[in-house]
């Protein structure tokens, strides 16, 4: 979710993206219940358990898109749907829809504090 939202609102020097508090500061996080909490802190443990299996490699090499070790991909995927069970979505990692929705939910809560 938040690297979607940085891909659309960041701004950037040639092909690196400038990570900024206008990026930061405006991002609305979702508000999870304990299970949701519970489920994306395992999530992102799988995650961590994942990458320790490959301590010889270095995460370039482990993110290469075109090597990337299945079960660090799985990892990825259970704690990205974990995330979008938060927000109460299930976009299946659908990007646009995902940016669509944060959009929407920073318009809901600007306008309350208008």
């Known amino acids: 979710m938040h690297n979607a939202w940085m891909r659309s609102v960041a701004g950037r020097l040639k092909?690196?993206?400038r990570f900024?508090?206008?990026?930061y500061n405006v991002f609305v996080y979702p508000?999870?219940?304990p299970?949701?909490?519970a489920a994306i802190e395992a999530c992102a443990q799988s995650v961590l358990d994942a990458r320790n299996i490959y301590p010889d490699k270095s995460l370039a090499d482990i993110y290469d898109p075109?090597?990337?070790p299945a079960d660090l991909l799985a990892a990825h995927k259970a704690l990205d749907k974990a995330v979008e069970a938060a927000y109460g979505v299930d976009f299946d990692g659908d990007e646009e829809?995902?940016?669509a929705h944060l959009f929407k939910l920073y318009a809901d809560?600007?306008?309350k504090d208008i």
């Open 66 to 68: 075109d090597h990337m």
């Open 109 to 111: 809560k600007t306008a």
């Open 15 to 17: 092909s690196d993206y």
């Open 20 to 23: 900024s508090p206008v990026v």
């Open 35 to 37: 299970e949701q909490r």
């Open 31 to 33: 508000e999870p219940t």
């Open 97 to 99: 829809r995902i940016v």
